[in-house]
């Protein structure tokens, strides 16, 4: 009989085989012990600062004892910056990111500009502290910004995401390797390729694909010939990845077979492969009798960015459905085409308020000011799923008017406007660095997540913008 162990099975074993934790405190108190010994030079009878104790602790890593010293500190002792430093690192690496937060608070006062190299590990540290979090809502947030960031710094936690009881986790956790250059060497993400859920099959088959990984190229041509819906439709787009060009044509048929998933799944795939060929099909897709595949073949015109989806996205604002025509308002936008302002214009009348803040992006990527006007009157409305489709419009501009309002959402009542709100700071300027610092406070841990992830774009875009001058 084979006894199988589990993840949590596999974390215990490693803890009781090998706990580098334990050696590095042991190594941590021996240090301890030599530097505050009496020494016998010329210097005898002196002791060491707490600055140079705490520093030859985190060298050796035994962050706890730094810790220690900095709770053992009296109520008025006045601490260097430099102990301040390394005490709010020594939280990081334990994960204790709120007493981290405390500190920086002390070392950053109100008007002094931020310092990226502390406030980029407690970004990333507020993420990452939550990827065992016991409840699966928020894992998934943390992953789905680890998928976002795509750190190659964050493989052994990407890596243990492939373990999670959760199907997204995992499948995000996939989706995170690829995004970190990380699939081509990862044995873990060609194991997911058999996971027992289709989503994370699907999530691994993509990054794999992505990352031109001829070595699994037999294991997706089995899945294409032996499934079918989306699964297959994903298996064909990382064929084609790996050089089989006629796999766009097994994709392209896909598009008009009777199970909708699958056709959505095509669409989604010819909206991202953007071949000059399949844009026809998406074109007739927005006449489909299902209404969800109509609203997918709305949102891959715009995925496909190209002048001939005007003419089908225009049929698409008229759906009487709304999920379509706001799909079809913001993929206008996203074509940057300033003609189709009258067609956007006509929606911002639309019934739906959803569609209406909608048809406000996509005025905004457009260019358009009047459509802030539209935007801010919707992020003051009393239903808080309107406030936050108005946040995910703001989020489109990068001017101060635009800030303005995001910071308020930030402060909303309900967290679903807090969350699209942080979300839609990361693309605004780096003057939203401060307001996102405050955010990094909020009581909902998905808000805390989503801004930590806006604030880790904000600096790595200030970081590349400095390197490139």
């Known amino acids: 009989m084979v006894t199988r162990f589990d993840a949590a099975d596999r974390h215990l074993i490693r803890d009781l085989v090998f706990n580098p934790t334990t050696i590095v405190r042991v190594i941590g108190a021996l240090i301890l012990l030599l530097i505050t010994a009496p020494l016998s030079t010329a210097s005898a009878g002196t002791t060491p600062t707490v600055e140079s104790k705490a520093e030859a602790l985190f060298k050796a890593g035994d962050y706890p004892e730094v810790i220690s010293l900095y709770r053992s500190l009296p109520p008025d002792a006045t601490a260097s910056k430099e102990f301040l430093r390394l005490s709010l690192l020594s939280y990081v690496r334990l994960g204790q990111t709120d007493e981290a937060l405390a500190i920086y608070t002390k070392l950053t006062q109100p008007g002094q500009p931020h310092d990226p190299s502390l406030l980029r590990p407690l970004a990333l540290g507020v993420i990452t502290s939550h990827v065992r979090d016991r ?5 998934i947030a943390a992953y789905s910004a680890l998928a976002e960031l795509g750190l190659p710094e ?11 009881t959760s199907v997204v986790v995992r499948a995000r956790a996939a989706e995170a390797i690829g995004k970190a250059g990380l699939a081509a060497k990862s044995g873990a993400l060609r194991r997911a390729l058999r996971d027992e ?19 699994v190229r037999q294991r997706l041509l089995d899945v294409a010939r032996t499934e079918d819906g989306p699964e297959a439709i994903f298996a064909y787009a990382a064929l084609f990845k790996l050089g089989l060009s006629e796999k766009l044509d097994d994709i392209t048929s896909a598009a008009t077979l009777p199970d909708p998933e699958t056709r959505m799944a095509a669409l989604g795939v010819l909206g991202r492969l953007k071949r000059p060929a399949s844009l026809a099909v998406l074109a007739q897709a927005v006449y489909d009798p299902d209404p969800s595949v109509r609203a997918f073949a709305a949102g891959a015109l715009g995925e496909f960015g190209s002048p001939g989806g005007v003419a089908p996205l225009t049929h698409a604002i008229g759906d009487e459905m709304a999920m379509v025509r706001g799909m079809a308002a913001a993929s206008l936008g996203k074509l940057g085409i300033k003609e189709n302002r009258p067609l956007l214009l006509a929606l911002t009348r639309d019934p739906n308020l959803h569609v209406r803040a909608s048809a406000a992006e996509g005025l905004i990527r457009l260019g358009d000011p009047s459509a802030l006007t539209l935007a801010s009157e919707l992020a003051r409305h009393s239903d808080p799923s309107v406030r936050a489709v108005a946040a995910q419009a703001l989020s489109a501009s990068p001017n101060n008017e635009a800030l303005a309002v995001l910071q308020t959402l930030l402060q909303d009542q309900q967290p679903l406007p807090r969350l699209m709100a942080a979300k839609g700071l990361r693309k605004s300027s780096d003057s939203a660095i401060p307001v996102l610092v405050k955010g990094l406070h909020d009581s909902d841990e998905a808000v805390r997540i989503a801004t930590a992830n806006s604030l880790l774009q904000q600096l790595t875009r200030l970081s590349s913008s400095k390197r490139r001058r």
């Open 154 to 164: 964050t493989a052994a936690i990407l890596e243990d995401g492939l373990l999670d």
């Open 197 to 215: 859920m289709p989503t994370v099959r699907i999530a691994a088959m993509t990054a794999l694909g992505e990352a031109n990984a001829i070595d």
């Open 135 to 139: 409840k699966e809502h928020v894992r």
